[in-house]
């Protein structure tokens, strides 16, 4: 038997987005009663909710949403529940050797930190955990073709911006701000978080789900 897991945050106006970035408005043009059907006029950031980070998004000649094939964001992907341990006031992503042996090149490989228990809140958008330094050379080996978590963003301990970079030369996509990971299996399923075909578009919300086994 089969579960179909909807792993993304409900849109709607006035909900909470990265700082600086455009919030969301939601306008009924035409509407009930006045009128047969319903039309709405929708304005948010490329970056709003659950999301999809094309290369475009650092890099001048980076790959658009519109260039990327399907298949990095729909297929078999891997959960890992990793460990946590502060340092210099951070919250470090650490794999054990155990989950690291699961991990193959051209994975799609979502975290679940416990983070997304935050989404919505005030503090959802500080103080988040960031990646080790040594766990973002292993994956950059790996190559992967997506890489998602239940974070606003994802972020080396350094520079927030070195991880995004460094993986999108590789053309790796990431999908940020999935809810409900915690409900994942730690194995194998099928994941998909397929964005709008946006021309020159550096990145796109998403409606991202797993189809797991019970």
Not at 25 to 46: A, K, L, M
Request: glycine share 10%; proline share 7%.
């Amino acid at each position: 038997m089969t579960r179909i897991l909807d792993l993304s945050m409900e849109v709607f106006q006035g909900m909470t987005v990265f700082p600086g970035d455009p919030g969301v408005r939601i306008d009924i043009d035409r509407g009930f009663p006045d009128h047969e059907y319903q039309v709405s006029t929708i304005c948010f950031g490329s970056h709003t909710g659950t999301h999809m980070d094309a290369p475009r998004h650092f890099l001048p000649d980076g790959a658009t949403v519109s260039e990327i094939g399907i298949q990095s964001f729909a297929g078999e992907a891997i959960c890992v529940k990793p460990g946590l341990r502060q340092s210099e006031g951070k919250t470090i992503i650490e794999l054990s050797e155990a989950q690291r042996q699961g991990i193959f090149s051209d994975d799609r490989i979502i975290f679940s930190t416990g983070w997304e228990q935050k989404a919505g809140s005030p503090e959802y958008f500080g103080d988040y955990p960031v990646f080790s330094d040594e766990l973002i050379a292993f994956l950059l080996e790996k190559r992967p073709l997506l890489i998602g978590a239940d974070l606003p963003t994802l972020s080396g301990p350094g520079d927030p911006f070195h991880m995004h970079r460094e993986f999108f030369q590789n053309r790796t996509v990431f999908v940020e701000g999935l809810v409900r990971t915690g409900e994942l299996p730690e194995g194998r399923f099928f994941f998909s978080a397929a964005p709008l075909k946006i021309k020159n578009g550096d990145g796109s919300p998403v409606r991202a789900y797993a189809i797991v086994d019970e």
